[in-house]
Nanobody, 119 residues
Framework: QVQLVESGGGLVQPGGSLRLSCAASGSWIRVNAMGWYRQAPGKERELVAAITSGGSTNYADSVKGRFTISGDAKNTVYLQMNSLKPEDTAVYYC??????????????WGQGTQVTVSS
């Protein structure tokens, strides 16, 4: 069974920083990409940042220049969040995209971690 465990969320003042971590474990043929999504109350879940197995990154326009996604050799992905704004408040979810076999892609979600930016 594939599992993703997020950590690092919390309460921070505007302008502050947080670092989220997501550790993936289990079995798969290969990883296509890992990413961070967020969902605020009353809003749709949206992509924040993603990184492919080759190291390419993609960011939402709203976080470019403030957030940085990175990964290591142990299938752990990080999201460094700087200059946080109240509108960044949301539940942040880690997503793993894999090839389950040679023909089938499968995605997995973490349980989410709350990020609250408030004075």
């Amino acid at each position: 069974q594939v599992q993703l465990v997020e950590s690092g969320g919390g309460l921070v003042q505007p302008g502050g920083s947080l670092r989220l971590s997501c550790a993936a474990s289990g079995s798969w043929i290969r990883v296509n990409a890992m990413g961070w999504y967020r969902q605020a109350p009353g809003k749709e879940r949206e992509l924040v940042a993603a990184i492919t197995s080759g190291g390419s990154t993609n960011y939402a326009d709203s976080v470019k220049g403030r957030f940085t996604i990175s990964g290591d050799a142990k299938n752990t992905v990080y999201l460094q969040m700087n200059s946080l704004k109240p509108e960044d408040t949301a539940v942040y979810y880690c997503k793993l995209d894999t090839y389950y076999n040679a023909y089938t892609r499968r995605s997995y979600w973490g349980q989410g971690t709350q990020v609250t930016v408030s004075s």
